[in-house]
């Protein structure tokens, strides 16, 4: 039974069907095997695996429990996490660098990312919002963490995310974003640009989905960049959505309502 606090790791014999090349272990055990570097709580796997539902995603794990290649841990020693460290700790790059499958599937996806940013400055990850839970909410409920360092461009996400009926809090750093996150209750979305002052949006991302209290809270990355290495890294680390530079209010709104799902 796979219990919603539980913590995994790999076993050594996980650590030989995620490493040994064997032909025979299924590509969906080697994601979630990936996923365990130094433990993981099940809401990092799911957040991390968003395109899978979370019954398949139980499923899988209960499998790999009986095939002995993951044991649980205890959660008070393993989930003591910084997400300043997770952040810092480049594991979920390292994860994405181990799959190749992950990397191929990123970079078909990367093409079309593209063009829909060409033709519309948005795209949304229907793989992973199609599992994503609606919100038992009204926009007037929802409380969208909106990270700009640019004053004029906060300014304009900050008025467009209240004119589109949501609550707005600003931060102008990672670090201010941080604090926010460790001191407040969760958002039910980010707004997050990729270029900060104090940090890489796309590292914030990766440290978030490692990290079991935000692993769940879908990311909107606002940018202009729009490179398909850049979107492919986006994409691989678990991005619900992007947004590029300029935007309209309408795209905005209308990108935060498909990401959120709300009542």
């Known amino acids: 039974m796979i219990l919603d606090n539980a913590v995994y790791e790999r076993t050594e014999s996980g650590e030989a069907a995620l490493h040994g090349g064997d032909t025979a272990i299924p590509a969906d055990y080697r994601h979630i095997l990936a996923r ?5 709580h099940v809401d990092v796997i799911r957040g991390s695996l968003r395109e899978y539902s979370d019954a ?13 290649f993951i044991e649980p841990v205890d959660a008070d020693t393993t989930r003591v996490l910084s997400l300043e460290a997770l952040v810092n700790d480049g594991v979920a790059f390292r994860i ?30 229907t793989a992973r919002l199609r599992n994503r839970p609606r919100l038992p909410k009204t926009a007037a409920q929802c409380t969208v963490l909106v990270v700009e360092d640019d004053p004029d461009q906060a300014a304009l996400a900050d008025l467009r995310v209240s004119m589109a009926g949501y609550n707005v809090r600003l931060a102008r750093s990672r670090r201010e974003m941080f604090t926010d996150l460790i001191s407040k209750p969760a958002p039910d979305a980010v707004l997050l640009d990729v270029m900060l002052p104090d940090g890489d949006g796309f590292q914030i991302l990766a440290g978030m989905r490692r990290h079991p209290k935000f692993a769940l809270i879908p990311v ?44």
């Open 36 to 40: 365990l570097e130094g433990g993981a």
């Open 56 to 68: 398949l995603i139980d499923d899988w794990l209960t499998e790999l429990l009986e095939l002995g």
């Open 96 to 125: 994405l660098g181990e799959l190749a499958e992950d990397q191929r599937r990123a970079a078909d996806m990367a093409k079309e990312i593209t063009a829909s940013l060409r033709r519309k400055r948005a795209y949304l990850s």
């Open 220 to 263: 909107i990355m606002l940018t202009a960049k729009t490179d398909s290495d850049d979107i492919q890294q986006g994409l691989a680390l678990g991005a619900e959505a992007y947004i590029t530079k300029p935007y309209s209010k309408e795209i905005l709104a209308d990108t935060l309502r498909q990401v959120l799902r709300h009542a």
